[in-house]
């Protein structure tokens, strides 16, 4: 926001072309220190103008923003300031001038560019997006559950094939085996006593079914020593 003033005579008596110091000016533009004070051409030290400094906080402007809007300013005379502070067209022109809003005008139209060019992209591509939704739609209703079917198939498969591989269920199995070998050399012992088998049969036999026997019973008691171990 910028003030000017001038001598003391000049303050007790206004010229109603001078702006009021309620101007609507930003005050980024009038807080530099670095700002000169124009004078007008031939008068005294007394009808010097200055700038006042804003009681407001002025908004965030670096150094090298503030010497190229001082630089556009340094050369307008006083009658171009009060026209920028009075006249909101004039400001207007004057704003877009500087180079850091027209980088800025730039960057928002590329940005609005490419995001046209985004929206439209998107609405070509809506068709396809439909299409995609639909045949997603048709896994889920018919090809899904059949896999989940079959999926479940095979979980069940898994299962009973490890019950069936488990330790429990092996050492199960060779008591079985194990029992069944018993039962076997006491049929043949029952054979040989009805003379119902010859000696060398029996013999030949009966020492490949306790082999078989004995065997079976030393992988269980080994396992179930490990398994309670």
Same mark, same amino acid.
């Given at each position: &926001?910028?003030?000017?003033?001038?001598?003391?005579? !000049?303050?007790?008596?206004?010229?109603?072309?001078?702006?009021?110091?309620?101007?609507? @000016?930003?005050?980024?533009?009038?807080?530099?220190?670095?700002?000169?004070?124009?004078?007008?051409?031939?008068?005294?030290?007394?009808?010097? @103008?200055?700038? !006042?400094?804003?009681?407001?906080?002025?908004?965030?402007?670096?150094?090298?923003?503030?010497?190229?809007?001082?630089?556009?300013? $340094?050369? $307008?005379?006083?009658?171009?300031? /009060?026209?920028? *502070?009075?006249?909101?067209?004039?400001?207007?022109?004057?704003?877009?001038?500087?180079?850091?809003?027209?980088?800025?005008?730039?960057?928002?139209?590329?940005?609005?560019?490419?995001?046209? !060019?985004?929206?439209?992209?998107? *609405?070509?591509?809506?068709?396809?997006?439909?299409?995609?939704?639909?045949?997603?739609?048709?896994?889920?209703?018919?090809? %899904?559950?059949?896999? !989940?079917?079959? *999926?479940?198939?095979?979980?069940?498969?898994?299962?009973?094939?490890? /019950?069936?591989?488990?330790?429990?269920?092996?050492?199960?199995?060779?008591?079985?085996? &194990?029992?069944?070998?018993?039962?076997?050399?006491?049929? %043949?012992?029952?054979? *040989? %006593?009805?003379?119902?088998?010859?000696?060398?049969?029996?013999?030949?036999?009966?020492?490949?079914?306790?082999?078989?026997?004995? $065997?079976?019973?030393?992988?269980?008691?080994?396992? $179930?020593?490990?398994?309670?171990?």
């Amino acid at each position: &926001m910028f003030k000017f003033w001038g001598s003391q005579e !000049q303050q007790a008596q206004p010229r109603p072309q001078e702006v009021s110091s309620q101007s609507w @000016y930003p005050p980024s533009l009038g807080t530099s220190p670095n700002s000169s004070r124009p004078s007008t051409p031939g008068s005294s030290s007394s009808s010097s @103008y200055a700038l !006042q400094r804003p009681t407001e906080s002025p908004s965030p402007v670096s150094p090298a923003e503030a010497a190229g809007i001082i630089a556009h300013l $340094k050369d $307008k005379s006083i009658d171009e300031l /009060r026209k920028l *502070l009075s006249d909101k067209d004039a400001y207007h022109h004057f704003l877009l001038s500087l180079d850091q809003v027209k980088i800025q005008n730039n960057i928002r139209d590329e940005l609005r560019k490419e995001t046209l !060019q985004l929206a439209r992209e998107n *609405l070509e591509k809506e068709p396809q997006i439909t299409e995609l939704q639909n045949q997603c739609r048709i896994i889920r209703t018919s090809e %899904l559950a059949t896999a !989940q079917e079959k *999926l479940n198939e095979l979980e069940r498969q898994k299962e009973e094939i490890l /019950r069936a591989y488990s330790p429990a269920s092996l050492l199960q199995r060779l008591q079985e085996g &194990m029992n069944q070998t018993e039962v076997e050399s006491e049929t %043949l012992h029952q054979q *040989l %006593l009805d003379r119902e088998t010859d000696l060398g049969s029996f013999v030949q036999k009966f020492k490949r079914l306790r082999t078989t026997y004995h $065997k079976r019973a030393i992988v269980h008691l080994a396992a $179930k020593t490990s398994s309670t171990g």
